[in-house]
């Protein structure tokens, strides 16, 4: 049994707020989801299953589905951090094959940036996890665990700063497009190398953004895509796992995409150099370079040469990626980046991605993301998509 | 080098764990090995990671090994350098590297383990912390 075919996204929709003062992370979700119901020319009262993941408030997807007003047949919060939203497109699939939902809503939305959230903070993931008490009293915020991954992965391999430069280089030539991008200045490798160091070897401009807002995805059975007007964006395959530590046998140069990318693949039929299009979540500049080796861009290790000189620039490089900015100069509505790598996938294989960044018939994409700490434990999920 | 320390927050002790930061109060650094299959494992653990065998047992580390990787963090109200270090007896662990040079500690520096107090939320016995220094 596969889900290839079994679904299609209907509705993609990015919040336009980056700072969300006066609103509450509720009423972000709701904003969210209206839009992307609205996207795929559907209300509320077509969604019988729902998606979210712990940026909802409350338990689970409780209070959201009641604070909606939705009645449900399916639900699930699997929460494996920042890229729970992908791993949702993949559970509502699954749960569209299975007859559970026709009309599945995934949203995510939250406020960091207005709740003046850093991460440069060591952050508590859980009082009670397992690991708390061997590793939070250290100081591990976000920065610096990923910052490990870096330094490693520059001294197994002989990855630069420059090399990581250029993947914020290419995020910031896609923002200047984007009206809604926080970050829309072009910067050069040397800006980025300038800019202050944060945890090294990481700097300023290796780290993503903080911004408020949210996004919202809606996953249809085929006979209801067919009913609408939107293009048909095919859910084609997915994949998804979980790394951590391994008792202690710590291997910080790979990451679960080892699993969830070439799973996602052999369902999807698809290879690697078939892709058009790749959102690639970029918590951080070293996220992308790991993240390309491990589903297959390239070989382990050479993910700092496969990204230098402008190869993830669209009409430049040889992939385009993060069309909308990425995480590193739009977007990282509650400190989560999954599902904005969704929505640009969808705007790509829609053609309503900005001219200037659009990848010419872009029929086949992915989507690609960790969550947790790629410094630590983390969960991947990817996704390819095709523009039927 | 004299520059101020980051403060440690006490650890969250549970009944699995409270073994190994009663022994941190004496200077003993424990790590978990299993009697199943006779690994050593990294954090402790009543179940083994590996063969999930629940018969682990406490034993004493030489407390020597290898930083793995290491971050200085810059912004913070006082720098400090988060580290995994791959211990002589097996496992690699994540930990701070103090007392050293954060401009020059790097990957493959030999270390030792030392202690520091814990910030204890009041209680009078927070127990110290594993972190380590220069060998």
């Not at chain 1, 590793?135 to 591990?140: A, D, K, N, R």
């Not at chain 1, 700092?304 to 100069?329: E, H, M, Q, R, Y």
């Not at chain 2, 270090?85 to 493959?108: Q, R, S």
Request: proline share 6%.
């Amino acid at each position: 049994m596969s889900i290839k075919g079994k679904a299609y996204i209907a509705g993609a929709y990015e919040h336009p707020t980056r700072l969300a003062k006066d609103k509450s992370v509720a009423q972000l979700h709701a904003e969210a989801a209206l839009g992307a119901l609205a996207d795929a020319g559907l209300t509320k009262d077509d969604v019988d299953g729902y998606f979210c993941a712990g940026d909802a408030p409350g338990l689970g997807p409780i209070a959201m589905v009641d604070y909606m007003g939705l009645t449900l047949k399916h639900y699930d919060s699997t929460d494996v951090g920042g890229c729970s939203y992908i791993a949702h497109v993949a559970h509502a699939a699954e749960a569209i094959a299975m007859g559970k939902c026709k009309v599945a809503l995934i949203t995510l939305a939250g406020r960091p940036r207005s709740e003046g959230h850093s991460g440069a903070t060591p952050r508590m993931r859980g009082a009670d996890a397992p690991d708390t008490q061997w590793e939070f009293p250290l100081g591990v915020a976000t920065v610096n665990a990923y910052a490990m991954v870096a330094a490693r992965h520059m001294y197994q391999f002989g990855t630069t700063a420059e090399q990581l430069a250029w993947v914020k280089v290419a995020a910031s030539h896609h923002a200047q497009y984007n009206e809604h991008a926080m970050l829309r200045d072009v910067v050069t490798v040397e800006q980025v190398l300038a800019s202050p160091l944060i945890a090294t070897p990481l700097h300023r401009l290796d780290c993503c953004v903080v911004s408020d807002g949210g996004g919202a995805l809606v996953v249809v059975a085929p006979e209801i895509a067919r009913s609408l007007k939107r293009p048909l964006v095919k859910v084609l395959g997915a994949g998804e796992s979980i790394k951590g530590q391994m008792g202690g046998n710590v291997d910080l140069t790979y990451s679960a995409g080892v699993r969830s990318g070439p799973a996602a693949f052999a369902e999807a039929g698809v290879k690697p150099s078939d892709i058009k299009y790749a959102s690639i979540y970029d918590s951080f500049t070293i996220t992308v370079v790991v993240q390309l080796e491990d589903i297959g861009f390239c070989e382990k290790g050479q993910g700092g040469k496969f990204v230098a000189d402008g190869n993830l620039i669209s009409g430049v490089g040889k992939l385009p990626w993060n069309t909308d900015g990425g995480g590193l100069c739009n977007n990282h509505p509650a400190n989560r980046g999954g599902i904005t790598k969704v929505i640009e996938a969808v705007r790509q294989l829609r053609g309503e991605a900005h001219p200037k960044v659009q990848v010419p018939n872009c029929n086949l994409a992915l989507a690609h993301g960790t969550g947790g700490l790629l410094g630590s434990r983390h969960g991947a999920a990817t996704l390819i998509m095709e523009r039927e | 080098m004299a520059a101020k320390e980051r403060a440690i927050p006490a650890p969250g002790v549970n009944p699995e764990t409270a073994p190994f930061w009663e022994a941190a109060k004496q200077g003993k650094f424990l790590i978990k090995k299993c009697t199943a299959c006779n690994k050593v494992h990294w954090y402790p653990r009543a179940c083994c990671p590996f063969c999930m065998s629940a018969t682990t047992e406490w034993v004493e580390s030489r407390g020597t090994g290898k930083i793995y990787s290491v971050s200085v963090m810059k912004r913070a109200p006082e720098v400090y350098a988060i580290a995994y270090v791959t211990l002589d007896d097996g496992p690699t662990m994540m930990t701070n590297i103090v007392e050293c040079d954060f401009d020059k500690v790097a990957i493959g520096d030999k270390v030792q383990i030392t202690w520091r107090p814990t910030q204890g939320d009041g209680k009078e016995d927070a127990p110290p912390y594993p972190v380590f220094k220069p060998a």
